[in-house]
């Protein structure tokens, strides 16, 4: 049986932009309530604007200890437990492997994959006590080779294979662990990371429309959507699930 999302405490990290604020959106539309983090305050709070009352607004970096305790203590008032928990906070780097900075490369690993760890270990206590479920994101990035992504690559590939272990560890206390792997969608991220302004990265993203076996890039909505089936169905554990419109597949013209 598919359980509703209606009455659902879901925790969103990285969601004052792209899919995390999606991701948000969607259940909150759906009658959850919502506890969302993010690093930028402003965003955070223009996106719990839009929500409404069924959204907490919990600023914070998901690297820093004080702020996922705040997070989860915050989540677990709001929604009187924790259901879900969405790990959405994510960052880019790029370049080459023999000019990569060291201390840029730890701080993506931290907020990629560290915090996420952390942040996912504070919630089995509420996860467990309602038979919830976790979310990572894995990226195309592990299925199709872009020269000059290995840090974001390492980090994806790392989220993966921690899906496999934690499905494995945590499925007797009843907890499931699932990943989404999206494929081209028109985020912040590299942005942020100072690859592209906006122009830019919308033209890079339409330009691989063609890679897609369906022929375009995809929506955040699209995404959330996924989360949700993975939210709802109560036998699924250990599942990558691509959600990528056929990107990962390869599709070539020649």
């Not at 004052?16 to 955070?44: E, P, Y």
């Amino acid at each position: 049986m598919m359980r509703p999302v209606e009455g659902m405490s879901v925790v969103v990290t990285g969601a004052g932009s792209g899919i995390g604020a999606g991701t948000a959106a969607h259940f909150a539309a759906q009658g959850a309530r919502v506890t969302i983090s993010g690093r930028r305050a402003d965003k955070l709070a223009e996106v719990a604007a839009r929500l409404g009352s069924r959204c907490r607004a919990v600023p914070g970096d998901v690297t820093r200890a004080e702020d996922r305790c705040a997070l989860i203590a915050a989540a677990a008032d709001h929604g009187g437990g924790i259901d879900l928990l969405v790990n959405a906070a994510g960052n880019m780097l790029r370049g080459s492997i023999d000019a990569l900075d060291p201390t840029a490369l730890l701080d993506l690993f931290n907020t990629n994959v560290v915090g996420a760890m952390l942040l996912t270990g504070l919630a089995v206590p509420h996860l467990e006590a309602r038979r919830g479920s976790v979310v990572f994101f894995g990226s195309v990035h592990t299925r199709r080779a872009f020269p000059g992504a290995s840090p974001y690559a390492a980090t994806k590939g790392a989220l993966e294979a921690l899906t496999h272990v934690l499905a494995a560890e945590l499925g007797p206390r009843g907890i499931r662990v699932n990943c989404v792997v999206p494929g081209a969608v028109l985020t912040e991220i590299n942005q942020r990371a100072g690859l592209y302004d906006d122009a830019a990265a919308a033209a890079r993203l339409q330009a691989m429309a063609p890679l897609h076996a369906l022929g375009r890039i995809g929506t955040v909505e699209e995404v959330a959507e996924a989360i949700e089936h993975l939210a709802r169905a109560d036998w699924t554990t250990g599942a990558v699930l691509h959600v990528d419109g056929g990107l990962g597949l390869g599709v070539s013209n020649f």
